[in-house]
């Protein structure tokens, strides 16, 4: 029966420290990618916005030469400012579920000004037709450089599912959390204190796995060479990656920190509570 209930101690512990694993892998994962205020914080901690109205300007070079208009015609089409307002507009829509659409009127004002102004007279029916072609293209292309898409109420709807998901596995692990705890309690009841060294292991297995997988993760996975969408976003989400694998080692540390402590502490009271029988065994006024 002994062994029996040392070896439930044991499973329950393991599943416990799964599930401790568990909750703050999720937890994580809430706090930043998951997280608007933490994207948005990262965007301007990365100066994404100036990043993205350079590679607009550039971009829009590419079609300048191709329309025989003067390079002059692209000067304040946009503003940084209005880069990070659509910026915003776009994150809002992913994660608030708002369906805002990117306004593109005001560069295409801008830029019909200063086309008129450029060619400082009437234009041909030929040439109002191609430069509103022109105008059109810069304009889409803006759209493309700020990374607008129409999938984004999908997107939006594919993250509360994962949100909702997410807020039920934190209820189920705080529960069942709870509940490992009291079967090892329970389990430990005689002598109490045992329940610092199977907490000490549940911790001691999550630190260590913690650490595994950061050491794995810097030894096989390159992530200054990891590329999506565009420069702008793949620094971004870089710095995004390198930070959570920093936290997964920073609390490894910590769990295997604590581990550590509550099993000596273990060992130091079972050590006394031994001293103790022994001297009482021995006492000859006992």
Known sequence: MRVVRLILQYILTIILAMSVLALILINIISSTVLNESYIMSKLEEEDY????YESAESNFENYIHQSGLDEEV???????????KDTKIIINNIFDGTDTEIDTDEIKNKLNENIDNSLG??????EEKAINEFVNLICNEYKTTILTTSYESKINT????VIKYINLAKKVLLILIGVLVILIVLLTIKRIYRILARLGLAFVIDGLLFLLAKY????????ETITILSSSVSIVLRNILREIINIVAKD???????GIVLIVLYAIIKSIRKSRRLQDQYDPEK
């Open 49 to 52: 916005y100036n990043q993205i």
């Open 74 to 84: 692209l000067n304040d089409i946009i503003t940084k400012e209005k880069i990070e």
């Open 121 to 126: 007279r009437k234009k041909t029916a030929t």
């Open 158 to 161: 594919a993250y509360q599912k």
């Open 216 to 223: 794995f993760i810097d030894a096989k996975i390159k992530i």
């Open 252 to 258: 490894g540390t910590i769990l295997l920190v604590l």
